[in-house]
């Protein structure tokens, strides 16, 4: 059986408030910061696991780290 892979917290409704109600707007978000992180995250020494980037962006963009139009 294939496990998978649901992200819960936090919530797509909320994620999409926060970007004015633009799907579009909050998927090119977290994944520009994503990218970012994972850049940052293969540059330094290797850990034992990977980081989750796009749970990590999420995070950022409800608590407010990062707002659209000023990022």
């Known amino acids: 059986m294939e496990k ?7 919530p797509i409704d909320a994620l999409i408030k926060k970007c004015g109600g633009s799907k579009y707007l909050l998927t090119c978000l977290v994944a520009k910061r994503a990218k970012e992180l994972s850049n940052a995250y293969f540059a330094g020494e290797p850990q034992e696991k990977d980081p ?7 995070e950022e963009v409800m608590e407010g780290k ?6």
Do not use: C, H, L, S
């Open 66 to 71: 990062i707002i659209p139009g000023k990022y």
């Open 4 to 10: 998978k892979y649901v992200m819960m917290e936090p």
């Open 52 to 58: 989750k980037v796009i749970a990590i962006a999420a």
